[in-house]
């Protein structure tokens, strides 16, 4: 009997080739002997699967879609890097000077992230900035001074 696995990956490959139920049982039927995907037992399985392969299934690969499939001290994948890339358009921040300075600070001291972690804490932290509003594009407000009174306030009465 296959594992709930196997049947998602059964029904997986009969949508992705586009097969109707009776081309889908004939095909269990024949490579399978069986008339549900339930009752294969595992040569049945790989053949329904070798057959769903001729006709051009292709399972993906599971390494690299996601976040969690990365092992630690993996390189950054390349939708990190295009996350980032991306991140620091938003950002305005053109100059590479100053995205390596950034990353320097994020990715302890290394100008572009070297591992999968570096790159995730570097898009959190331009993330943050996004969020904030922060952009080389948009003016900023001048900064009040410490020092000076606001207009219009009491001075010493004298």
């Known amino acids: 009997m296959p594992t709930k696995e196997q049947l998602a990956l059964l ?28 009752d ?3 040569r049945g399985f790989e053949a329904v699967l070798k057959r769903f392969r001729e006709l051009g299934f292709r399972r993906r690969s599971p390494a690299r879609t996601t976040k ?9 994948s390349p939708l990190q890097l295009s996350k980032i890339r991306h991140l620091w358009e938003d ?11 950034f990353a320097k ?15 995730a804490a570097l ?25 000076s009174a606001p207009s219009g306030s009491r001075g010493s009465g004298a």
């Open 40 to 42: 294969l037992g595992a």
């Open 11 to 38: 029904h997986v490959a009969k949508a992705k080739l586009g097969l109707s139920d009776d081309t889908y049982r004939d095909i269990l039927h024949v490579q399978g002997g069986v008339a549900s995907a339930k």
């Open 105 to 119: 600070r994020v990715c302890g001291g290394h100008p572009w992230p070297q591992t999968v972690e570096e790159a």
């Open 68 to 76: 969690a499939a990365a092992a630690p001290g993996d390189p950054p």
């Open 123 to 147: 898009i959190e932290a331009l993330k943050k900035m996004r969020g904030r509003g922060y952009s080389e594009r948009t003016p900023r407000r001048p900064r009040a001074t410490s020092g």
């Open 91 to 101: 950002l305005g921040w053109r100059e590479e000077e100053r995205r390596r300075g």
